[in-house]
């Protein structure tokens, strides 16, 4: 079966400094990659997706980046964190369908 | 008007109890149905999928799609405390990749024993 690892779980970073979140799925070959933020109150909100190694598309202009070296790695970055980056950020993966998509368990970023 | 409206509740039913959770659209393209159970401080989890109208029964879960009225529901049978969560709406127009999700922003249920 397929599973989607994400970590850390928690993060505190100071306004700033970067940010490397990492996603990986196990169990399928050529995933779909997405990442969502959930903010309180608003909703998932995608922010990137991949269809292969090195293909990124971007939803919403922002201060992330994301890569994906590797088929079954997503990796979402940012070279300096602003407060607004605070949430809780998640990686889906889906398969040739592309529905439906499945969620890793997250991890909650907190900006100081 | 937005693509998708969800009642943030919270809704309190006791053990047992039949829960109706429903989300509206407005986007009439909209083909592809899920409902996602959330904990607090986990992902998602897919709990039904259904492509266009019908209902899909799995387990004590029902789902069903209207598209005629833009409307769909989860059931939940003999709800138990375990089913305190929030749950998503979730739907697409369509399957190819990159095609994000459109989200309700949740039903925050409790069930008291």
């Known amino acids: 079966s397929q599973t989607i690892h994400q970590w850390p779980a928690t993060l505190v970073q100071p306004v700033g400094s970067p940010l490397s979140l990492e996603c990986t799925v196990e169990?399928?070959?050529?995933?779909?990659l997405y990442w969502y933020r959930q903010a309180a109150g608003r909703g998932l909100q995608l922010l990137f997706y991949s269809v292969g190694i090195g293909q990124i598309s971007s939803e919403v202009p922002q201060n992330l980046s994301a890569s994906r070296p590797q088929d079954r790695q997503f990796i979402l970055s940012s070279k300096k964190l602003l407060l607004s980056d605070s949430g809780f950020y998640l990686c889906a993966w889906a398969g040739p369908s592309n529905q439906p998509q499945h969620f890793g368990d997250g991890t909650r970023l907190s900006i100081l | 008007q937005k693509e998708v409206e969800q009642d943030p509740g919270p809704l309190s039913v006791p053990e047992g109890a039949i829960v109706s959770l429903n989300c509206t659209y407005s986007?009439?393209?909209?083909?592809?149905f899920m409902w996602y159970r959330q904990y607090s401080r986990k992902g998602p989890e897919l709990l039904m999928y259904t492509y266009s109208s019908g209902n899909k029964e799995d387990g004590r879960f029902t789902a069903q799609v209207d598209k005629s009225s833009k409307y769909i529901s989860l059931f939940i049978r003999d709800s138990q405390p375990s089913d305190s969560a929030t749950y998503l709406c979730a739907m697409s127009a369509a399957n190819q990749a990159g095609t994000a999700l459109i989200f309700g922003k949740g039903t925050t249920l409790s069930v008291s024993s």
């Open positions: 986007n009439s393209a909209f083909q592809y």
């Open positions: 169990g399928t070959s050529n995933p779909n």
